[in-house]
C-alpha cells in the first residue's frame, strides 16, 4: 500500500518539478557563512547539482565542516595581534635613547669648550716670586699666549719655566674667559759659595740661583770652596743643615764648614760657634738652637759656644 506521508524539503531545495518557494516578505530562510575563496569555489560548484540528485527525507545541505582546511589563512596585518611592550624594556630604551643624547651634548660641549677661540689665552698674573720678577714669568710662557685655557697643564706650564732655574715648581688656575694665573715655587737660597772673588747663591740641593760680588748685600752664610773644590758629600751635608734652619737663624750666620760629614759647624755673624754634628734630626735641632739663641745673655759669663749634636742634651760654654 503507498505511503501517504508527503515528502519534506529543506529550505533551498525544491522538488522536482516544483516552482521554487517564495517566503513571506521576500525574504530568504537560508542561513549562509562565508569561506575562504577556494571554499568559496568548491561551494559554486557544488551548487550545480541538480535537484534530482537530492533524496527524499534527506538535507541537501551539507553540515558545516570546521575542518581547518576549509578555511583560507588570512594575511591581512589587520587581524595580527600585536601585544604591548613590557614596560621595563620600554623604560631601558628610553634610559638608553637619553643616555646616548646627553652623551653626545656632552662630547659637543666638550669639543667646543677645548677648541673655542673664545676661551684663547690672553693675560697672565703671577704670585710666589722673590728672585725672578713677574715680567720674566710672562716672557717665559709668552708660547702659550692665543692658546685655548683647557689645553693648557701644569706639565706645559713647567717645561717652559724649566730654563729658569729658580723655579721649582709652578701651578696654574684658568680663570676664563683668556686669564690664566701662575703660582711660582721658587727654590730657597741656603748658602753663598765662594768661587774666587764672586760667590754663587745657592740651595739646599746645590743648585746655583744667582751669583753677587757683595755678600754683604745677602744674609746667607759662606761656604769656602763649591761643589768642585769641596767634596760632595761634606757639601750636601751643609746644604742639608742649612736647608733646615728657620729664616732669621739663617740671617745670622756668616758662614759653615765641614770636617766629615758628621762634624758640620756654623759661625754667627757675632762670633759665636754652633757645633751641629752631621745632618740627622736637623729639624730637632733647628728648634733646639732657637731655644737657645732666645735665652738672654750673660755679661758675666756670654756664650761662645752652642753644640746641638745631641739635641736632646744640648750644651752651652
Do not use: C
Not at 711660582?184 to 747663591?201: D, K, M, N, W
Amino acid at each position: 500500500m503507498p505511503s501517504t506521508r508527503r515528502p519534506r524539503y529543506n529550505a533551498g531545495t525544491r522538488a522536482p518539478g516544483a516552482s521554487s518557494p517564495q517566503p513571506e516578505g521576500g525574504r530568504t530562510d537560508v542561513i549562509s557563512a562565508s569561506k575562504s575563496a577556494d571554499a568559496g569555489k568548491t561551494a559554486a560548484a557544488g551548487g550545480s547539482r541538480t535537484a534530482a540528485e537530492a533524496r527524499p527525507g534527506k538535507s541537501s545541505a551539507a553540515p558545516p565542516d570546521n575542518t581547518l582546511d576549509n578555511f583560507a589563512p588570512d594575511n591581512s596585518l589587520d587581524n595580527v595581534l600585536s601585544f604591548p611592550e613590557p614596560k621595563a624594556r620600554r623604560r631601558k630604551r628610553i634610559l638608553l635613547g637619553t643616555a646616548g643624547i646627553l652623551a653626545v651634548l656632552m662630547a659637543g660641549i666638550i669639543a667646543a669648550a677645548v677648541y673655542s677661540p673664545v676661551l684663547a689665552l690672553h693675560t697672565v698674573t703671577v704670585d710666589g716670586t722673590r728672585m725672578l720678577s713677574t715680567e720674566q714669568i710672562q716672557a717665559a710662557l709668552a708660547p702659550l699666549q692665543g692658546k685655548p685655557l683647557p689645553q693648557i697643564s701644569d706639565a706645559d706650564v713647567t717645561a717652559l719655566l724649566q730654563p729658569l732655574v729658580q723655579v721649582k715648581a709652578a701651578t696654574t688656575q684658568a680663570r676664563p674667559p683668556s686669564g690664566l694665573h701662575v703660582h711660582v715655587t721658587e727654590r730657597v737660597p741656603v748658602a753663598l759659595v765662594r768661587q774666587g772673588t764672586a760667590f754663587q747663591v745657592v740651595d739646599v740641593d746645590g743648585i746655583q740661583l744667582s751669583t753677587t760680588t757683595d755678600p754683604a748685600s745677602i744674609p746667607l752664610p759662606v761656604i769656602d770652596g763649591g761643589v768642585g773644590t769641596l767634596p760632595k758629600d761634606l757639601f750636601q751635608a751643609i746644604t742639608a743643615v742649612l736647608g733646615a734652619l728657620p729664616a732669621d737663624i739663617l740671617a745670622r750666620l756668616s758662614d759653615a764648614s765641614a770636617k766629615s760629614v758628621d762634624a758640620v759647624e756654623l759661625q754667627l755673624v757675632d762670633g759665636q760657634t754652633i757645633v751641629w754634628g752631621n745632618a740627622g734630626e736637623k729639624e730637632l735641632k733647628a728648634r733646639v738652637l732657637a731655644a737657645l739663641l732666645k735665652v738672654p745673655a750673660d755679661p758675666k759669663n756670654p756664650v761662645r759656644v752652642y753644640d746641638v749634636s745631641v739635641p736632646r742634651h744640648p750644651v752651652t760654654r
